[in-house]
């Protein structure tokens, strides 16, 4: 069983910068995904960053260059740093994570089955 703990969230200002990390245990398969999801009042959940354990990646055309996905395999810790942040990022972070070698969809929630609780990122003007 995967177990996932998110933590990094919090408030900060337009244009300003945060580091959301998630703490994984529990994989029993050498390939995986891991991605980071948000979600805000009355939208649905929507898929910011995903990657491989072979170290591939994958973002939304709308959120390149904005934020960057990453993993520290000793730490068995994922990251996302996010940068310039807007009003519009203000959602719910969730860590998600899948033991399969492929993917059809890495950004759709549906295709993970792990979840941590979410962590709170709240971006004001």
């Known amino acids: 069983q995967v177990h996932l703990v998110e933590s990094g969230g919090g408030s900060v200002q337009s244009g300003g910068s945060l580091r959301l990390s998630c703490a994984a245990s529990?994989?029993?398969?050498?390939?995986?995904?891991m991605a980071w999801f948000r979600q805000a009042p009355g939208k649905e959940r929507e898929g910011v960053a995903g990657?491989?354990?072979?170290?591939?990646?994958w973002y939304p055309d709308s959120m390149k260059g904005q934020f960057t996905i990453s993993e520290d395999k000793v730490k068995n810790t994922l990251y996302l740093q996010m940068n310039r942040l807007k009003p519009e990022d203000t959602a719910m972070y969730y860590c998600?994570?899948?033991?399969?070698?492929?993917?059809?969809?890495?950004?759709?929630?549906?295709?993970?089955?792990?979840w941590g609780q979410g962590t709170q990122v709240t971006v004001s003007s």
């Open positions: 998600a994570a899948e033991e399969r070698w492929f993917l059809r969809l890495p950004l759709t929630p549906g295709e993970y089955n792990y």
């Open positions: 529990g994989f029993t398969y050498r390939f995986y995904y």
């Open positions: 990657i491989h354990s072979d170290g591939r990646t």
